[in-house]
């Protein structure tokens, strides 16, 4: 079956540490997400990528880093100078050239103390 | 810039009774819509979308959408709730050209027995 995976579904981290949350995707699909969601806040866009090999800086990209060496790839590093890391985090993917419309991953909760 | 506001944080419904759920875009040209479905802890599902065409849209799970250009909405509807139903509905919106979406804020349903 197509689709996009995230692992961990939970990740715990001490305060100081840089996390990676992985996201793969076997839709071919050229373009891919990173959200975050907060309660009430609904989903800001993190980072996004078109194309191997680059990606933009999405609506709240401080303290994040991305890479996107693969095409079904897209890991996302929570860095320690993000000031308040602890979210849920949605990776989603899409097909650039058509539609528009984004398939979502399950998600990875992130706690940070 | 396009924006979504879903002016309803909490929609209680009785199961069996009808929903329907408001969104509204502020967009120029005639925009890309889409409403998507969060089970708790789970990513989105989209349920339906508008490009053009039939400005009434049927999707999954037995919901439908109607675009109105006059009233710069696309809510959500659907006539009999089941208790399933209880999620966190995004609307968001997209404009030809770009493909990175803007979400609206949720609104949660819960659905009483």
């Known amino acids: 079956d197509g689709g996009i995976t995230q692992s961990p579904k939970y990740l715990f981290r001490k305060e100081g540490q840089n996390v990676t949350l992985s996201c793969e995707q076997n839709?071919?699909?050229?373009?891919m997400y990173w959200y975050r969601q907060d309660p009430g806040q609904g989903l800001r866009l993190i980072y996004y990528?078109?194309?191997?090999?680059?990606?933009q800086k999405g609506d709240i990209a401080e303290g994040y880093s991305v890479s996107r060496e693969k095409k079904e790839s897209f890991p996302l590093t929570v860095t320690s100078a993000q000031k308040n890391p602890t979210a849920f985090y949605l990776c989603?993917?899409?097909?650039?050239?058509?539609?528009?419309?984004?398939?979502f991953g399950p998600g990875t909760r992130l706690t940070v103390t | 810039a396009q924006s979504v506001t879903q002016p309803d944080i909490h929609i209680t419904v009785s199961e069996g009774a009808s929903l329907e759920l408001r969104c509204n875009y502020s967009y120029g040209a005639t925009p890309y819509l889409f409403w998507y479905v969060q089970s708790p802890g789970q990513g989105l599902q989209l349920l339906l979308k508008y490009f053009s065409g039939d400005t009434l849209v049927q999707g999954i799970k037995g919901f439908e959408a109607e675009f109105k250009r006059s009233q710069s909405s696309f809510n959500l509807r659907k006539p009999s709730v089941h208790w399933s139903d209880a999620a966190e509905y995004f609307c968001?919106?997209?404009?030809?050209?770009?493909?990175?979406?803007?979400f609206g804020r949720g609104t949660s349903l819960i659905v009483h027995p």
């Open positions: 968001a919106v997209g404009e030809e050209g770009s493909y990175i979406p803007t």
């Open positions: 839709l071919n699909h050229d373009a």
């Open positions: 989603a993917s899409s097909i650039v050239t058509s539609s528009y419309e984004q398939y």
């Open positions: 990528s078109q194309i191997v090999n680059d990606f």
